[in-house]
């Protein structure tokens, strides 16, 4: 059976033995075309007649004596390098060709592996460069808060308040009841935040303005309440409580901000995540209300006491616990005053 192979599938030993087969039958076809048209010579001796040995020795001349014994000369056959019997080329077995693509396949599998190996190792080696570099410049702003700390001031320094370094209404719960969550002020501040969360129940509020906030109403989720000056723990226990920043809805670039509990004390902030943009409100003083649209909600970290800075235009901030019962973020509610 002859053997139909593609050249690609041929080893460099098959193929050469193709090519002798291929040129051996080109001389032959040759050779006989020759012959057929007489342009090939016999060149083989004529048999001459063989002469009868003498009977006796005597009887040999003397000069067939002295001469020398003459050989049978043979006709010689050329040999060429290419003369391969057909018999030796043999087709190779099924087994051989399987094994050679296994091994072919195995070998581009290792191949792929290795790649994909470095590819991994190059972003390993990526991502660890990166965290150190974020690690070291950690240290070094650790490190430069500590000396800047050993400087001494040349004025005393301010009294710092809680709401400069977490935002209001962090709790969590023991017992099934609710306690502020230390957890989230800085170890270094816990002391302070105690004398600060827990002020006596007489405590004195700042005294009530024509322009001070004193109810808010958000009828898109029911809210109807008083507004309590301060965010301490014992002021969001009575309800909303307000940012002793000095903000008033009169001015054009302040920021009220307003913060109530959404699991205690009435749930009062409870739905604040289903207010949307263009949603309105109203915050009442003793000289009127005062309208805001809703402009965006934000859920962001405790620390992020940010969003109570002012922005530059009038406007109001409700802030709340989120998740519900989770309380490890801040929901924020920015709105913008439309009228005065």
Known sequence: MPDRRPVDELSIEELERVLALKKREARQKNLRRMRTTGRVIDTSPQSAPQPVAPAYEDDVPEKAKSQPPQFEKRKAVPQFEDAIDAREYRKPSNSGRIWRSFVERSLLLVEVGAVIGLIVLGVALFNGLNILESETAQAQADAEAMRVAGIPTAVPTPQ??????????????????????????????QGLARTQIYLPASVARPPATDDTPLRVLIPNINVDNTIVQGVDWGALQQGVGMLPNGSLPTNDADNVVLAAHNDIYGEIFRDLDQLEAGDELQVQTRSGFYTYIVRETLIVEPDAVHVMDSQGTAMVTLISCYPYRVNTQRIIVHADRVDA
Do not use: K, R
């Open 160 to 189: 710092l308040s809680l709401e400069n370094v977490v935002l209001p209404t962090g709790h969590t719960f023991q017992n099934d009841q609710p306690v502020f969550n230390f957890g989230e002020v800085p170890e270094s501040m």
